[in-house]
């Protein structure tokens, strides 16, 4: 094979493997709160108490989040952000 046919066919590979990932990437997420472990929020809380994915520092904290398949946090036994800010409120 020659050095032309072989770029070739990488492209192509690199091509179809791009066209079988997209519609999986390309499923819309929402943010699912009380759902994340500790340690595995993917971003700060709603209350302030950390800034950044990975800090969640107790499971299920309903200030807590993670990313999520639009339509499955309810699944999940999650709550919307109003809903964590409501849920939150009523504890205060």
Same mark, same amino acid.
């Given at each position: 094979? &020659?050095?032309?046919?072989?770029?070739? @066919?990488?492209?192509?590979? !690199?091509?179809?493997? +791009?066209?079988?990932?997209?519609?999986?990437?390309?499923?819309?997420?929402?943010?699912?709160? $009380?759902?994340?472990?500790? $340690?595995?929020?993917?971003? @700060?809380? +709603? /209350?302030?108490?950390?800034?950044?994915?990975?800090? /969640?520092? !107790?499971? &299920?904290?309903?200030?807590?989040?993670?990313?999520?398949?639009? $339509?499955?946090?309810?699944?999940?036994?999650?709550?919307?952000?109003?809903?964590?800010?409501?849920?939150? $409120?009523?504890?205060?």
């Amino acid at each position: 094979m &020659n050095q032309r046919a072989i770029v070739a @066919a990488a492209a192509a590979t !690199l091509l179809s493997t +791009l066209f079988v990932a997209t519609p999986a990437m390309a499923q819309s997420k929402e943010k699912c709160y $009380g759902i994340a472990k500790a $340690g595995q929020n993917d971003c @700060a809380s +709603l /209350a302030g108490t950390h800034s950044c994915a990975g800090q /969640a520092k !107790l499971d &299920n904290d309903k200030g807590s989040w993670k990313y999520v398949t639009k $339509g499955t946090c309810k699944q999940m036994m999650g709550m919307t952000a109003d809903e964590a800010k409501m849920a939150a $409120g009523k504890k205060s």
